[in-house]
């Protein structure tokens, strides 16, 4: 008999910030059956990763405000964001791109910051950048948090003796030049560095190549990408982007020894040249951004597909190292800086594509939301020395328990919000602590569900709820959206159900 399992949902509508949700009228039901005779594959902690690339505000004040700042910080890193990013434990960050990353020099960003020298960041807004944040804040960065580093290589417009350097660099504890100048730089012990990108969307900004020649790219590339043996460093191959799987066809086919394939996909309301907007919206663009957040299960699935043909035994990971929601961005921010609101439906997005990567656990290895500060889907929000948690944050607070956790299958039975949409979305595991834990997604904004399990036993948890679809905290009221506990559980013909408000 099951004794206790954490309920989490993403829900939304009438409740106030801090209340408990009341028991709604019911007027649709859900059958929900989890079979935990079958565990699948561990789901790995890295699908939860972050993206922090040299883009607006999200190094700069996001992360970064130097020593000298008014605003609090530990060596020149903002205290109120290390502290919300070592309360979710981030696993990964992945750095400096993105675009920036394919015309970065990372000999820009070592040495005195004083001389270092100061260049246009042509993709995000034309703005001078410093390089006053490069390798060492950021390798410190990420032992700061407690994250593996990600660091994506320039394949675009250096050369791989440039890129084996670098590696040197922050891996070696050797007598090297390199490794003897980043002690110089104030740094005695090499960095651990997990993930070395092979480049970056190289079908698009990393160079505009052919998938045939970005597979001859990648083995030329990852050659020369060498670190210690007994530091484990994976290698991630830059893959394809949303319907084309040319270059995940073409890289697992010619493109050498790798241990990870990226995807990167994007979520809009409506299509890329006119995306909508952030807050604001209708309810039928609640439903297609949560259709075309869906997709994603597709892409994955028929981008796993391709890697089976090449690679039955599944040594090679996916990695999802950039997806997120991207609307226009907000009204009077700098252009090309990419800064939006995130909302209740964004917190439905990462919900739905969270349950997407935990159920294709045996091939998605990792995943980066597009981003972590003041960029796109940002977890967290800042202004000077204000600072807010997004709905996405939350998200990302309450999956924590999935970490390492053993999924189970979950079949539901029910009804449809919209075409392609389920009006419930469901995600179950054991976790570590050897509890059951179920993610529930309610996607219909104006109607409740009664949701009737297989299961015996109790449950509690956490739900996150808010007033309206586009409910969202702001500095002047942070606590709009954020979990309360959940005690709407009870029993119908012996089985553990809930009711779930719309």
Same mark, same amino acid.
Request: aromatic share 10%.
């Given at each position: 008999m =099951?004794?206790?399992?954490?309920?989490l949902a993403l829900l939304a509508m009438a409740v106030p910030a801090g209340a408990q949700a009341p028991a709604p009228d019911v007027i649709a039901v859900v059958h929900v059956a989890i079979d935990t005779s079958k565990p699948g594959v561990e789901i790995s902690r890295h699908i939860y990763g972050q993206f922090a690339e040299h883009l607006g505000r999200g190094i700069y004040e996001g992360i970064w405000v130097g020593e000298n700042s008014k605003i609090p910080n530990t060596h020149g890193y903002r205290k109120d964001v290390v502290a919300a990013l070592k309360a979710i434990h981030v696993p990964n960050v992945r750095w400096p791109g993105g675009c920036f990353g394919d015309l970065y020099d990372w000999r820009d960003g070592i040495g005195p910051r004083a001389k270092?020298?100061?260049?246009?960041?042509?993709?995000?807004?034309?703005?001078?950048?410093?390089?006053?944040?490069?390798?060492?804040?950021?390798?410190?960065?990420?032992?700061? =948090?407690?994250?593996?580093?990600?660091? !994506?290589?320039?394949?675009?417009?250096?050369?791989?003796y440039d890129s084996a350097q670098w590696l040197e660099y922050m891996t070696s504890d050797s007598k090297s030049s390199l490794a003897n100048e980043r002690r110089r730089n104030g740094r005695a012990k090499p960095w651990n560095l997990h993930f070395v990108g092979i480049g970056n969307e190289t079908w698009g900004c990393g160079g505009n190549m052919r998938s045939e020649y970005a597979a001859d790219i990648n083995r030329r590339y990852a050659t020369f990408a060498g670190t210690p043996r007994e530091m484990g460093s994976l290698k991630i191959a830059s893959g394809s982007h949303d319907d084309n799987y040319d270059f995940a066809e073409a890289m697992m086919r010619d493109g050498g020894k790798f241990d990870g394939l990226s995807?990167?996909?994007?979520?809009?309301?409506?299509?890329?040249?006119?995306?909508?907007?952030?807050?604001g919206f209708p309810e039928s663009e609640w439903a297609s951004t949560l259709a075309h957040a869906l997709h994603i299960d597709e892409i994955v699935s028929k981008t796993a597909a391709i890697m089976d043909k090449y690679d039955p035994a599944k040594k090679i990971g996916l990695y999802v190292d950039e997806w997120g929601t991207w609307y226009d961005q907000e009204a009077g921010s700098h252009p090309?800086?990419?800064?939006?609101?995130?909302?209740?439906?964004?917190?439905?997005?990462?919900?739905?594509?969270?349950? =997407?990567f935990q159920r294709h656990s045996d091939r998605v290895k990792g995943a980066n939301i597009a981003q972590m500060i003041n960029v796109l889907q940002a977890m967290i929000l800042t202004?000077?020395?204000?600072?807010?948690?997004?709905?996405?944050?939350?998200?990302?607070?309450?999956?924590?328990?999935?970490?390492?956790?053993?999924?189970?299958?979950?079949?539901?039975?029910?009804?449809?919000?919209?075409?392609?949409?389920?009006?419930?979305?469901? !995600?179950?595991?054991?976790?570590?602590?050897?509890?059951?834990?179920?993610?529930?997604?309610?996607?219909?904004?104006?109607?409740?569900?009664?949701?009737?399990?297989?299961?015996?036993?109790?449950?509690?948890?956490?739900?996150?709820?808010?007033?309206?679809?586009?409910?969202?905290?702001?500095?002047?009221?942070?606590?709009?959206?954020?979990?309360?506990?959940?005690?709407?559980?009870?029993?119908?013909?012996?089985?553990?159900?809930?009711?779930?408000?719309?």
């Open positions: =099951i004794r206790k399992i954490l309920w270092r020298p100061v260049r246009v960041n042509v993709h995000w807004g034309g703005v001078t950048e410093d390089n006053s944040f490069g390798t060492h804040e950021f390798m410190n960065f990420s032992e700061l =948090i407690g994250a593996d580093a990600y660091v !994506s290589l320039n394949v675009g417009s250096l050369t791989p995807v990167h996909y994007y979520t809009v309301p409506r299509v890329f040249r006119d995306k909508g907007p952030a807050t090309g800086f990419l800064y939006q609101q995130s909302s209740l439906r964004d917190a439905e997005v990462a919900a739905l594509s969270l349950n =997407i202004d000077k020395e204000k600072m807010v948690l997004t709905p996405t944050y939350h998200v990302f607070d309450m999956y924590q328990v999935f970490m390492g956790a053993v999924p189970y299958s979950a079949k539901v039975d029910g009804k449809t919000y919209r075409e392609g949409v389920p009006m419930l979305d469901v !995600s179950a595991a054991r976790g570590k602590d050897g509890k059951l834990y179920l993610a529930m997604v309610n996607t219909d904004p104006s109607h409740a569900v009664q949701v009737i399990t297989n299961l015996t036993g109790t449950a509690h948890g956490r739900v996150l709820t808010a007033f309206a679809m586009d409910a969202h905290n702001s500095f002047d009221a942070p606590n709009m959206v954020r979990p309360i506990p959940f005690k709407n559980s009870n029993t119908a013909d012996g089985k553990l159900a809930f009711d779930m408000p719309a």
